[in-house]
């Protein structure tokens, strides 16, 4: 009786749920990791998550402390929107050129912007460009930033991909990946989501949260 009453009610309630109810339900092949970096941006942010809602998909964006300052509701707007921030510096610098204390100061200050208009901490860091020393690492490090997280998937929005471009790319994900596009005002970015979502949904991945490793590494799990 317990085993057929436990059945039953697995069923009902999974029963009536419709794959576009849970698109992400199951994830048998594993996470990979939607980043988005360089916002918030008028221009692109509502429809990102937009489109990354609709697809029951939540992504890590990567911010300007500036760009948050400058467009605050949008930035609150993505946490709504059950996104994940985090820290990509105040003004884009190229860190590892920039020295001391300035380059500190462009981590802390994102902090400290970040802090004030969610109330969250980021806990997760990107250089811009990607450049990185131990220097900047250990910097992260003091201002509470516990990964520092590159990406091996690039789809080239920056660099004027197309939308097929950047499905293409995103279709080289594996569990793990993490895959690098912007919130920059690319409408390719944004008109890519629904294919990047359905593809990902065929192969049996699922949009993952990306927390902290050892050694500050970057491990993608379920949301
Ligand atoms: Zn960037």
Redesign the pocket.
């Known amino acids: 009786m317990l085993l057929v009453a436990g059945a039953a009610t697995a069923a009902s309630a999974d029963g009536p749920q419709t794959r576009g109810d849970r698109p992400f339900a199951s994830c048998p092949n594993g996470y990979v990791g939607l980043t988005y ?2 916002g918030p941006n008028p221009s692109s942010t509502y429809a990102l998550l937009n489109a990354l809602q609709a697809g029951g998909a939540r992504a890590t964006f ?1 911010i ?1 402390g500036q760009h948050a300052q400058q467009y605050p509701d949008l930035l609150r707007a993505e946490v709504s929107a059950g996104m994940w921030i985090g820290n ?1 510096t105040w003004s ?1 610098p190229h860190l590892t050129q920039i020295g001391e204390p300035n380059a500190y100061n462009e981590i802390a200050q994102t902090q400290n912007v970040i802090q004030q208009i969610t109330g969250q901490t980021p806990t997760l860091f ?1 250089p ?2 990607g450049e990185t020393s131990a220097q900047v690492r250990s910097d992260a490090q003091r201002l509470g930033l516990t990964a520092e997280v590159l990406w091996n998937v690039d789809s080239q929005d ?1 660099n004027g991909a197309s939308t097929a471009q950047i499905v293409q790319a995103a279709s080289r994900m594996q569990n793990g990946s993490i895959i690098l596009m ?1 919130d920059g005002g690319y409408q390719t970015t944004v008109a890519a989501v629904p294919q990047i979502l359905s593809g990902l949904a065929s192969r049996g991945l699922c949009p993952g949260r990306i927390v902290s490793g050892a050694n500050m590494q970057p491990v993608v799990t379920a949301p």
């Open positions: 970096d360089d990567f300007w990509h884009h990107r811009p460009y920056w912007h």
